[in-house]
């Protein structure tokens, strides 16, 4: 979104929901997103902790031997904001758990953990399931009645 740049750059978006709700509502903020034809905002916050490695791997002239891990987990949040009324709709989560091992024969083969694609393909699925739940799509008015015309000969 190069049209709301830099508002929503990890160094000056808004630290607070009220903060983002103010910012949201300001003219200029109102005149880009209208700009953009959209009435719905993720905004992301979350990433990823790492704990320390654990094992050994010993390398020296012919090669390596050991074996070590790490733990880490994946956590994503996201705020699903109704741009017309400046507001934020609906609160989504996604946490992924996993290990970092790393094998050395010869030499060392990392297999990395995951979890940060697992916690944004979790979390993109909420997004999508909500965006298109009935309950966040707005209400539009039901179509005139169309009055009902008696058959001929009756």
């Not at 300001?26 to 905002?41: E, I, K, S």
């Not at 654990?54 to 904001?81: H, I, K, M, P, T």
């Not at 030499?107 to 699925?125: F, R, V």
Request: proline share 10%; glycine share 8%.
């Amino acid at each position: 979104m190069l049209s709301l740049y830099p508002l929503l750059e990890p160094s000056t978006q808004p630290a607070s929901e009220e903060e983002f709700g103010a910012m949201l509502a300001r003219a200029d903020v109102q005149a880009r997103l209208r700009a953009l034809r959209t009435n719905r905002l993720v905004a992301f916050t979350g990433g990823r902790t790492r704990a320390p490695a654990e094992g050994f791997v010993l390398c020296g002239y012919n090669g390596c031997l050991g074996y070590a891990w790490r733990s880490e987990g994946s956590r994503l949040d996201a705020a699903l904001w109704d741009l017309e009324e400046a507001r934020k709709s609906l609160a989504l989560e996604a946490s992924a758990q996993g290990k970092t091992r790393v094998p050395a024969f010869i030499l060392p083969i990392p297999i990395p953990a995951q979890t940060l694609a697992q916690a944004c393909e979790q979390l993109g699925h909420r997004i999508a399931a909500a965006i298109t739940a009935p309950s966040m799509a707005p209400e539009l008015p039901a179509p005139p009645a169309v009055p009902e015309v008696p058959a001929p000969g009756r």
